[in-house]
């Protein structure tokens, strides 16, 4: 409890005991007395609890903002000390005072409950690096990491945060991700290993070369998308906010109406009013929306706040309405399903009907490397990484260029060399190409329009993809739709091992939106959601009605337009975000319901006098109570 909650509830108790002090007090020594005297033993006990509440009502009133649950307060609880002086008027000085108390005790629950929802969100925020150690010339020196350039070297000792994003150089250490994966398992690193930042080194020593500046980084992406999340409210929290703004001016014009009208049309005005007049202050103390305005955001919130416990970072209440609504859920394949680290797993030179002259596996393969040297694609690093293994130097490469979703096109030594799909080859006029290669991404390279061979690329399906797969139908998400620009035969042999309700292959970026918009315009009751990791992924991201991305090996772009993000880069945590979500809506529901009925119920009984002597306890409760109510049911949320 922070000291703000405690210094409200040092009041709440003071004003409780002055208040039985007070009653006490009415009934002893006091009683017969006259009505301002037992006001005066009473005011103690109404202004220790109330006074913030007066205060905000008149400065809001200043500021022309009249119609909030302070002033509802203000004049319920003055009209109830003001009504014992009104002709046939009973004195109320003890339940104005306990309307008060308890509205306060409602508001320390909802800073609580706020505090405990805020907690695991903020627990993020705690993963900002405040220096990093940089070796300049050999020497160690602290400096703030946003001076920090790609391509220096930085050293990470035991206990100390990773404040940038990079490669470990030297030394072996475990790293503690919870903080961003929500794993609670330490992370095994070792030289040539990638590390991100906002996790911390345990053990050993590392020296990390810089890979991006501290705008770019992990931690800076988080701290971010967390800081923007309150910005997209979802369709619930409008509706409330809409709500709240008409309901209360609303409800204040139906207590006016409820005071005079009755009473002018019984005849009797001045033996009625004051009647009608109570009636009014516990319309006004019902109808304070304090449960809704209160409790839609923080179960929203808590959320958030939940999902954020496994790594899963949603950015807005927004989002996760509509994770909630999705029944479609479509993936790229490459570094979504699969690992991404592709390998070369063979080379197949020739065929009965090329034209390539005996070229040998070797050469082959040096050329493929050669002209995709300057390739950030995952199939031109792996013919790097095969070239390097065997030891090949490289060729000198002239001009380059890339063909979208097909391959590369380089000048070599004078000849031209097409590297690529199928497709490029057809574009090159060559009308047959090696079929009986295995299943796998199969990689063509002509020379000068004459066919030279293939290269067969191994890809591999991520740890839990199939298990993924399974939760989420499991979730009740109804159809898996796998996008991928692979060959048909690869996409099959996938979507088959996954368990993948179907796929499409072959695909161009635009290709895969044209697919997503397809799926949006199919019918269903539900939303569709696309989970990718690269730049091309980056348009289908932001039309699909929920974009997620993977968070750890993702590209900026992805990241960006995507709307959940898997810090740990699991898909199996999608099942889980869902189950999030609809816990979350459903839990919002039944907050909107509850306070609603009950008011409902309590506003009538109370405009026809019904609830006799219980009028004013049954009020209190249909608003502060209420809100309790509600606001311990949101924290059901922060429960993952």
Wanted: hydrophobic share 50%; with cysteine.
């Amino acid at each position: 409890m922070s000291r703000k909650q405690k210094k409200m509830r040092n009041r709440i108790l003071l004003s409780a005991g002055l208040l039985v002090v007070a009653f006490l007090l009415e009934k002893t020594v006091l009683a017969g007395a006259p009505l301002w005297a037992l006001l005066l033993i009473y005011l103690p006990a109404y202004f220790a609890a109330g006074y913030d509440v007066l205060w905000r009502a008149a400065r809001n009133i200043a500021h022309g903002q009249v119609f909030d649950e302070n002033f509802l307060m203000c004049v319920a609880t003055v009209g109830a000390l003001a009504v014992g002086f009104l002709p046939s008027g009973d004195a109320e000085f003890a339940e104005a005072s306990f309307v008060m108390i308890f509205y306060q005790t409602g508001e320390l629950f909802q800073s609580v409950a706020v505090g405990k929802s805020r907690k695991s969100i903020s627990a993020l925020m705690n993963i900002r690096p405040d220096v990093a150690i940089v070796v300049r010339d050999g020497v160690e020196s602290e400096v703030s990491p946003e001076s920090v350039a790609v391509g220096e070297t930085i050293l990470l000792r035991p206990g100390d945060r990773i404040p940038l994003d990079g490669e470990v150089l030297t030394g072996t250490s475990d790293l503690d991700t919870v903080a961003l994966t929500g794993e609670s398992a330490p992370r095994a690193v070792a030289p040539g290993d990638k590390v991100i930042s906002g996790c911390t080194n345990l053990f050993g020593v590392l020296t990390v070369r810089v890979s991006s500046v501290y705008g770019e980084s992990t931690v800076a992406r988080v701290l971010e998308l967390v800081e923007n999340s309150a910005a997209k409210k979802s369709k619930s929290e409008q509706f409330i906010t809409r709500f709240a703004r008409y309901y209360t001016p609303a409800v204040v014009i139906a207590a006016v109406l409820l005071a005079f009208l009755p009473p002018i049309f019984s005849g009797d005005f001045a033996g009625n009013f004051t009647l009608w007049l109570t009636r009014a202050l516990t319309f006004l103390v019902v109808s304070c929306p304090c449960a809704l305005v209160i409790s839609v955001p923080l179960a929203f919130f808590g959320g958030i706040g939940g999902a954020s416990r496994f790594g899963v970072l949603i950015k807005g209440s927004k989002d996760l309405e509509a994770l909630a609504r999705t029944e479609i859920c479509a993936f790229d394949k490459t570094g979504t399903l699969t690992r991404g680290n592709f390998e070369v797993a063979g080379v197949y030179p020739g065929s009965k009907h090329s034209t390539s002259g005996g070229i040998s596996e070797e050469e082959l393969l040096l050329l493929g490397a050669s002209a995709e040297a300057h390739s950030t694609h995952p199939v031109g690093k792996a013919l790097l990484n095969a070239a390097a293994k065997k030891g090949l130097e490289l060729l000198p490469v002239g001009e380059v260029r890339e063909v979208a979703g097909r391959g590369v096109v380089a000048t070599i030594g004078g000849d031209e060399i097409a590297v690529g799909n199928d497709k490029l080859m057809h574009e090159c006029g060559i009308a047959e190409v090696l079929t009986d290669v295995p299943v796998g991404t199969v990689i063509h390279l002509a020379k000068n329009g004459a066919y030279m061979g293939a290269i067969l690329i191994s890809d591999t399906l991520k740890p839990g993809a199939a298990e993924a797969i399974k939760g989420l139908q499991e979730a009740g998400v109804r159809r898996t739709v796998m996008l991928t620009g692979d060959r048909e035969a690869v996409a099959a042999a996938v979507a088959k091992e996954l368990g993948l309700t179907e796929y499409h292959a072959e695909l161009l970026p635009a290709d895969k939106v044209n697919e997503v918009e397809a799926l949006l315009n199919a019918p269903r009751r539900g939303g569709v959601a696309f989970v990718g990791d690269g730049i091309n992924d980056a348009p289908v991201l932001s039309r699909a009605d929920v974009g997620i991305a993977m968070g750890a090996l993702g590209s900026d772009a992805a990241i960006e337009a995507a709307d959940v993000v898997l810090m740990d880069d699991d898909p199996r945590k999608i099942s889980r975000a869902i189950r999030q979500a609809r816990k979350t809506i459903g839990i919002v529901r039944q907050n909107i319901v509850l306070a609603l009925a009950i008011k409902a119920i309590v506003l009538v009984c109370s405009a026809f006098g019904w609830l006799g002597a219980l009028q004013m306890p049954l009020a209190v409760f249909a608003d502060v109570g209420v809100a309790v109510l509600a606001i311990l049911n949101s924290m059901r949320a922060l429960r993952a």
